[in-house]
């Protein structure tokens, strides 16, 4: 059975990468509690974690925000993930 903040991360990282949450969208803390059916420490784990895997940027004293990929380092992970994938 998955935690409380892993529950949280797999929800808003499917949100992410759905593009529910577009890249530059605040993530309102509220609003995620809500969302996942957790408290607030989950979330604030979960978005700790993400900011950890890069999914989010967290800005000190004003928010989260879904990050944003420039075309170039698109590019570079898919070529590292399609040289990844051949082993």
């Not at 935690?3 to 509220?30: M, Q």
């Not at 004293?61 to 993930?81: A, H, P």
Request: charged residues 25%.
């Amino acid at each position: 059975m998955a935690t409380a903040t892993e529950r949280a991360f797999d929800i808003i990282r499917s949100k992410i990468l759905s593009g529910a949450f577009a890249p530059g969208a605040h993530l309102k803390e509220n609003e995620l509690v809500t969302l996942c059916g957790v408290s607030r420490t989950p979330v604030r784990d979960a978005l700790r974690q993400l900011v950890a895997d890069r999914y989010v940027i967290n800005r000190p004293n004003i928010g989260t925000y879904v990050n944003s990929w420039s075309k170039d380092e698109l590019l570079d992970m898919f070529e590292l993930r399609a040289r990844l994938e051949g082993y």
